[in-house]
């Protein structure tokens, strides 16, 4: 669970950082549960956010969905970066993706 900070204004109401001062007009947000799904890994349908919260903790997997914004490797195209920028790059890559992975498990 992340942790949480209280913010105490002098003037107005405390509240969540991040979530900024309370807005009444705001209400709450009603989502709909995810559709049922076959796993491609073990075959077995899965139901709803349990479900795909379970598959990912089975077998150890992240939603692809929360990878988006990840560099894209391209390959097919001929080289024309130095070895010191393909290693670099690399390095740089490996760095967001160990990022954006490690989202999940703050």
Known sequence: MPRATWVYPEKGEPYLKGDGPPNPSRGPMIMGDLPDFVSPIDQRAYSGRAGLREHC???????????????????????????????????????????KVNQHYR
């Open 57 to 99: 903790a089975v077998h150890n997997v992240v939603p692809t969905a929360d990878l988006a914004g990840l560099p894209i490797r391209t390959t097919g195209v001929q080289e024309t970066r130095s070895p010191g920028e393909i290693k670099r790059d690399a390095e740089t890559r490996r760095r967001v993706v160990i990022e």
